[in-house]
């Protein structure tokens, strides 16, 4: 079983960052991709990037491209999205999530956060 937790969440202005963080515990043999979800009231979860944990690559939604960032602490288990000149309709829910393929599927990622609010006010 793997476990992930996120943090980092909170109200920023637009124009302003914010960096989350995913820590993973437990079984993390098979993992291939960690990606990175959001879900704003009303809305389907929307795919917002990965990075692909063998080859080290990401990969991003043209919605967030050049303005959020995804990387990793192998020594941590640790993947973060930082996030630059936000933008009111960035607000969300956001949630990682841990999948056996690097895939921008949400239905193909096996295991889930609990989620972190982001809210970006104008």
């Known amino acids: 079983q793997l476990q992930l937790v996120e943090s980092g969440g909170g109200l920023v202005q637009a124009g302003g960052s914010l960096r989350l963080s995913c820590t993973a515990s437990?079984?993390?043999?098979?993992?291939?991709?960690m990606g990175w979800f959001r879900q704003a009231p009303g809305k389907e979860r929307e795919f917002v990037g990965y990075i692909d944990l063998s080859a080290g690559s990401t990969y991003y939604a043209n919605s967030v491209k050049g303005r959020f960032t995804i990387s990793r602490d192998n020594a941590k288990n640790t993947v973060y999205l930082q996030m630059n000149s936000l933008r009111p309709e960035d607000t969300a829910i956001y949630y990682c999530?841990?999948?056996?393929?690097?895939?921008?599927?949400?239905?193909?990622?096996?295991?889930w956060g609990q989620g972190t609010q982001v809210t970006v006010s104008s």
């Open positions: 999530a841990a999948s056996k393929y690097v895939t921008t599927r949400h239905q193909l990622y096996d295991y």
């Open positions: 437990g079984r993390t043999f098979g993992t291939l991709a």
